[in-house]
């Protein structure tokens, strides 16, 4: 069987500077795979590439058996690969339901959006109290939620979600990767950024460590926990 994603020998520069150096992985359906790495790592240049906001500079990319080179981004969400992006980058005159609305903007049928649009509020309870008012008004982690109940609405077969923690208080942190384990457990396919290794590895299925633009260790969430490596590099420990 072939995997939901793989990515083989993908190549990103940004004019002279090789930001993605050659790396290969897989998502193989209903996984959580997460890129791990400190920052410069190359994981969001990864990312966008992947939802056809970059152009590779070389490479091969299938997803769902098809090739996406040359593919442009709005086709990429239509083949079922949503991107919630660093930073969230949630409309903040909009109000929350609005929001929700845009990420079903390739979406025709009217009770099914309706439909997912109440899923996301089953997800993140908050976000249906507040569906009248403007996102800006959500704190970090509400905003995050939105991202991802955003990114959700447009079906997805795989999810990706770039630093879904970053910046939020340990709580909201918790929060939001109780959420991720929750879409896990309900067969959502998740390619996860973080640069929380910790929360990361205990929910993922398959780990890769970046650094400088190259994939330098993979395996199970589990193996990496307990590499020693990992362990000094990137858990704080000594
Ligand atoms: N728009 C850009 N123009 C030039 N260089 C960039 C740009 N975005 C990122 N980079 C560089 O690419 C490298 C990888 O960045 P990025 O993918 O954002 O890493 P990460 O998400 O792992 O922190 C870094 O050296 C960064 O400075
Ligand atoms: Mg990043």
């Known amino acids: 069987m072939t995997a939901l994603l793989e990515v083989e020998d993908l190549r990103v520069a940004y004019g002279k500077i090789e ?12 996984q959580v795979v997460t890129l791990i790495g400190t920052n410069g790592a190359g994981k969001t240049t990864t990312l966008r590439t992947l939802s056809g906001l970059l152009k590779p500079a070389s490479g091969k990319v299938v997803f769902d058996g ?35 609305q845009l990420g079903a903007f390739l979406r025709k049928d009217k009770a099914g959006i309706e439909r ?11 976000l249906g109290e507040r569906r009248k008012q403007a996102a800006g008004t959500l704190s970090g982690g509400e905003q995050q939620m939105l991202a991802m109940g955003r990114a959700l609405m447009s079906q997805p077969k ?12 340990p709580i909201m942190m918790q929060k939001i ?33 970046m650094e400088v633009g190259n994939i330098v260790l ?5 193996d990496l926990l307990h590499d020693e490596s990992v362990r ?7």
């Open 158 to 169: 795989l999810l990706m979600l770039d630093e879904p923690s970053m910046g939020l208080s």
């Open 218 to 222: 993979s395996g199970s969430g589990q």
């Open 116 to 126: 997912d649009i109440q899923r996301a509020y089953d997800l993140f309870p908050i």
């Open 66 to 100: 098809k090739p996406l080179s040359g593919v442009p981004a709005h086709k990429i969400v239509a083949l079922g690969l949503a991107h919630s992006p660093e930073g969230r980058h949630i409309f903040p005159r909009l109000t929350i339901a609005e929001n929700l």
């Open 19 to 30: 930001a993605v150096k050659g790396i290969s992985f897989s998502v193989e359906a209903g």
């Open 177 to 209: 990767m109780a959420t991720i384990s929750e879409l896990k457990s309900t067969g959502t396919t998740i390619l996860l950024v973080e640069q929380n290794a910790q929360a990361a590895l205990s929910l993922a299925d398959q780990g890769h460590v």
């Open 232 to 238: 000094k590099a990137y858990l704080g420990e000594d």
